[in-house]
């Protein structure tokens, strides 16, 4: 049997959870002293995803960076070569909110799109 | 002289909401004044999700959020200056400001919003010793840096403050390929939100060490290296708990101030606790008319609730005018008085003729609480008791007064709101 540690985000209390895993299997979480505590660890231990938030260089704009995020929630240990793609990437003016300036990025199936707006100039 | 209803200055997510809202409630003369090149305030820099939850039932990033608000102002045709500076506000509401197309101009105003928002906590208001080389910034101008101009201030961080822009900008420095030492919080717990501590330090292994502070920095030129050491339980330094990290770059992450000098100057009466101005159930300063909201009144933890509230105040500011701008200071008001573990209130006095049907009451607590009580007290007679699982000096909370409770409580002086065990 495993034990992983976690602490709860679901409120300022931060429980202390312990979950105990067998075969990649939640068996039961400990710590949380409600039932939000429960649904996270069980979340977080199979399978963590973050949304990645960064910016983008533009060309042609009214502004040096465009600030983009992933669409959706991707992997947790997705998001360094997720940076690696939106580091590289370079794109031109204008870009509008919810534009899709890189699609499919890292591999992940998910687009990082525009969280601002950028006039041409 | 050029007459406008409402000048709200400041153009940030507190400016922009309360110019909505006032258009909103029929009034056609608002004129935003912003010193920066754009609206939409410190949200641009701020390019992490999260933002939205209570207002637009979605998690929404800093700069989306803003043009949220941006697009209204710009669909109903509200009036805005950018790149100008307010440089005063007098008793009778004359604003004074300046820009390169109008040079020094003044407008004299029906009604006076201040949204000029907060400021961060420099060096010089820390007391840190050690050199004062280059290399040293607070946490939001090493954001808008890394955000805005696509620079990276340096490579090896440390962060001193665990504010919640201290932790955004130790994972963003992180994903942009430095390495964050440490980030050390001179109190017992730290100010930001537990979900910041988890994902932005515990998801990248960055050590969060409580009960710490830098006790000194070196480095003629540029930051070469930081010292680390635990404090006591009066906050000095432990000796012989020092711990020196080579690094090029210090953040600090020490609290906000609100931006008040423009409030002061015009004869603002100013809270000691929350170094914003002490204001009545409508927002209403000690001058009738001059209305504020935002982290300049008191520093918020979401800024759905700056929205908010900054509405409230821009609706209120069109029912004075409309009401044909009566000086009220002088009606019978009822005091809430924070005490024992509540700091503060704002609202602060209520005249319970003006109040809406429900007012929110927001408040800080000074400690972390577990299973305690919110209490209100109607003069004497305890009148709300509500247990929390936790409270925390980092999160606003938050109670809601009826205007029928208190007109029922005839004669009703004193309102106070506490922190009980049981």
Redesign the interface.
Known sequence: MEKRELTCIGCPMGCQLTVSMENGEVLEVFGNTCPKGDIYARKEVVNPTRIVTSTIRITGGDKERVSVKTASDIPKDKIFEVMKDIDSAVVSAPAHIGDVLIKDVAGTGVSVIATREIASV | MKTVDIVIVGGGPAGLAAAVAAKKAGNDSILILERDHELGGIL?QC???GFGLHTFKE???G??YA?RFIKQVYDLGIEYKLNTMVMDISKDKIVTAMNREDGMFQISAKAVILAMGCRERPRGALNIPGYRPAGIFSAGTAQRL?????YMPGREVVILGSGDIGLIMARRMT??GAKVKVVAELMPYSGG???N???CL??YGIPLKLSHTVVDIEGKDHVTAVTIAEVGPDRKPIKGTEERYTCDTLLLSCGLIPENELSRSAGVTMSPVTSGPVVNESLETNIPGVFACGNVLHVHDLVDYVSEEAGRAGQNAVKYINDGCKDESSAETIEITATEGARYTVPSSINPERMDDLLTVRFRVGDIY?NSFVSVYFDDERIMHNQK????P??MEQIILRKSQIQEHGGLKKITVKIENE
């Open positions: 641009n390019i992490h999700n998690e929404l990033t700069p989306e043009y890394v955000n805005i101009e696509g994903l942009e939100l537990k979900r501590i988890v994902q515990d998801d577990k699982r936790i409270m925390a980092g999160e």
